[in-house]
């Protein structure tokens, strides 16, 4: 395939911004249904689609490797899932990590870690029993329904139940289960590092989309505080045209 | 639907409120000429935020249109409006949501008020069913599976609110295209975001009424607001995460402010009365 910023017309270092719009100026000169006499307008659009993904997904480079390694979708018909659940999310875990494009932070040291997690996490401890050890094998395997039908086989809910149930989850894709159980680890055992790193991973995304909301909120005064005058300013401004009836606030 | 994605008003300037106006007053031509006068009242927020996303989307490849005319609103002057054919998708998916919210309204409480739009709705439901059947049977296969998880009780948040999710992630999208993955992401996280809003919102008045509610349990644990605040967090992330993905160009500016300001509005507002009623 040709270089994709070369298809997109872009620099290496072009921003994001620049990215999608050269995207969007190459769409409207290729879209096939623009181009009606044109049959090599398909062959050129997805091209430039492919390119796109490519230059988002960071898959630009001989670095790039397996360029769908920490980028799994479990949903719909592009469904990347190899062996059932196997290193991948029964739900949305999808855009959870991939290089290059990733301006929440997913791809390093959260996404990542759906491959390689499964061995690193989950450490091994002497004083599981038999079915923790069970349950902890199953997800250092990425086998993480098997997982969850021992765990909520348990009668026993301790710190490392929790922990356990939380990277089950995660890797079914069930992600507030999994940030629920992540806290209650952390609060029934407090001086734990893993269960606290874990955690912290899970805060991750939330904490890089707060730092992205300073851009667009803006504090108020108490009457910014009001459902009603909210909805009633909105529905003013849709329905009566913005002229003489806006309450500002 | 729930009327929780709207915009931050405050945070856009007059040019971007105008914008917001005429693709909201887009829809609701669109609309009109789908369905009639009928269908006006299904016009929502929720829905326009589709219409932007779309349209933005899918910006060049579709034909736009756009114009200044009368409306029973605006007998002078008129309105602006501008609109593409994601904007009759979403103007076919408002009469349907209506159609089917209405019909469990009458279904499961006996609203005769739901049994008048049930009825009033039926003819443009099956226009929209005929067009869009994947989306149409999927409104009523997760609201019946959600019916399910409400009748049993189930506190299981993922399973519940993903119910809703699933139904959003399958009218995002749209065309099952290229795009897909994204636009099923977004529609997934934001419709269990609005689905947890609302019930977080309704605790108190369901736990008045005995009515179903799924933070019931969660509630009395310490940490509670806590925790819902991460979890709105964590499923917004994921929502913006996705649209980051896409290359919106046309109107970024305002689906930005919808899913990182305006979405907290509600939320915003139900934690600054909380705090003034906690004042001596």
Same mark, same amino acid.
């Given at each position: ?6 298809v ?7 921003? #994001? ?7 969007r100026?190459k769409c409207?000169?290729?879209?096939p ?5 044109d049959p ?5 659009f ?5 390119a796109? #993904? ?14 769908y390694?920490?980028? +799994? ?8 899932q ?6 991948g ?11 290059g494009? #990733?301006?929440?932070g ?5 996404g990542?870690q759906?491959?390689?997690?499964g +061995? ?12 923790m ?9 990425? *086998?993480?329904?098997?997982?969850r ?8 809910r301790?710190? *490392? ?6 990277l089950a989850n +995660? ?5 507030i #289960?999994?940030?629920?159980?992540a806290?209650?680890?952390?609060q029934?055992d407090?001086?734990? @590092?893993e269960?606290?790193?874990?955690? *912290?991973?899970? +805060? ?7 730092? @992205?909301?300073?851009?667009?909120a803006?504090?108020?005064g108490?009457?910014?505080?009001c ?12 329905c009566c045209g913005g002229?003489?009836f *806006?309450?500002?606030m | ?6 915009p931050n008003q ?8 105008k %914008?917001?106006r005429?693709a ?5 031509r669109r609309?009109? &000429?789908?369905h009639?006068? %009928?269908?006006?009242?299904?016009l929502?927020?929720d829905l326009?935020?589709l ?14 249109s756009?114009g200044?005319?009368?409306c029973?609103?605006?007998?002078l ?5 501008? &609109?593409?054919?994601?904007? !009759?998708?979403?103007? !076919?998916?408002s009469?349907?949501?209506?159609y089917?919210?209405a019909?469990?309204?009458w279904k499961?409480? %006996?609203?005769l008020?739901?049994l ?11 226009d ?5 059947? %994947?989306?149409c ?9 959600l019916?399910?998880?409400?009748a049993?009780?189930s ?7 993903g ?8 009218l995002?999208d ?9 636009l ?15 019930a977080y919102d309704?605790?108190k008045r369901?736990?008045?009424k005995?009515?179903?509610n ?5 509630s009395?644990?310490p940490?509670?607001?806590?925790e819902?605040?991460?979890i709105?967090e964590?499923?917004? &992330?994921?929502? &913006? ?9 046309e ?5 930005r402010?919808?899913?990182y ?11 600054a009365k909380?705090?003034?009623?906690r004042?001596p």
């Amino acid at each position: 395939m040709r270089d994709p910023y070369e298809v997109l017309g872009v620099s290496r270092g072009a921003s #994001d911004d620049e990215i999608k719009k050269a995207y969007r100026a190459k769409c409207k000169r290729w879209h096939p249904d623009l181009n009606p006499n044109d049959p090599t307008a398909e062959e050129h659009f997805k091209e430039v689609q492919a390119a796109y #993904d490519a230059i988002t997904k960071g898959e630009t480079g001989p670095q790039g490797g397996n360029p769908y390694g920490s980028y +799994q979708q479990g949903y719909g018909q592009q469904s990347y899932q190899q062996q059932g659940y196997q290193n991948g999310y029964g739900g949305f875990g999808g855009f959870d990590g991939f290089d290059g494009f #990733d301006p929440f932070g997913f791809g390093f040291g959260f996404g990542g870690q759906q491959q390689g997690y499964g +061995q690193q996490g989950a450490s091994y401890s002497g004083s599981d029993s038999p079915e923790m050890q069970a349950a902890r094998n199953f997800v250092v395997n990425g *086998r993480y329904a098997e997982a969850r039908r021992v765990l909520d086989g348990m009668t026993g809910r301790n710190a *490392r139940w929790y922990y356990l149930s939380s990277l089950a989850n +995660q890797g079914l894709g069930n992600r507030i #289960d999994a940030l629920q159980d992540a806290r209650r680890a952390v609060q029934l055992d407090p001086n734990n @590092t893993e269960y606290q790193m874990h955690l *912290r991973r899970m +805060q991750n995304p939330g904490q890089t989309y707060r730092t @992205t909301q300073t851009t667009y909120a803006r504090p108020g005064g108490l009457t910014q505080w009001c459902w009603s005058m909210i909805l009633l300013n909105l529905l003013c401004n849709c329905c009566c045209g913005g002229w003489g009836f *806006r309450f500002r606030m | 639907m729930f009327g929780y994605v709207v915009p931050n008003q405050a945070a856009l300037s007059d040019e971007a409120q105008k %914008r917001y106006r005429t693709a909201y007053c887009g829809l609701c031509r669109r609309i009109d &000429a789908l369905h009639g006068l %009928r269908g006006r009242f299904t016009l929502s927020y929720d829905l326009t935020f589709l219409n932007l996303l779309l349209c933005s989307l899918y910006e060049g490849e579709t034909e736009a249109s756009s114009g200044h005319d009368r409306c029973p609103i605006h007998p002078l002057g008129g309105v602006e409006w501008r &609109a593409a054919s994601p904007t !009759d998708y979403c103007a !076919d998916l408002s009469v349907a949501l209506h159609y089917y919210n209405a019909e469990d309204k009458w279904k499961d409480d %006996r609203s005769l008020l739901g049994l008048g739009y049930e009825k009033l709705l039926t003819g443009c439901k099956q226009d929209a069913e005929s067009r869009w059947p %994947r989306q149409c049977s999927a409104i009523r296969t997760c609201l019946d599976r959600l019916a399910g998880y409400e009748a049993s009780g189930s506190e299981d948040l993922d399973a519940v609110s993903g119910c809703f999710g699933a139904l959003m992630a399958e009218l995002f999208d749209y065309r099952q295209d290229h795009w897909s993955p994204e636009l099923r992401s977004i529609g997934f996280h934001l419709g269990k975001f609005i689905y947890l809003l609302d019930a977080y919102d309704d605790l108190k008045r369901d736990q008045r009424k005995g009515a179903y509610n799924p933070l019931k349990s969660l509630s009395t644990q310490p940490g509670y607001e806590e925790e819902m605040k991460e979890i709105f967090e964590l499923l917004l &992330a994921q929502c &913006a995460h996705s649209f980051e993905r896409l290359p919106c160009v046309e109107d970024a500016d305002l689906l930005r402010n919808i899913l990182y300001s305006g979405v907290w509005l509600k939320y915003n507002c139900k934690t600054a009365k909380d705090a003034r009623k906690r004042q001596p």
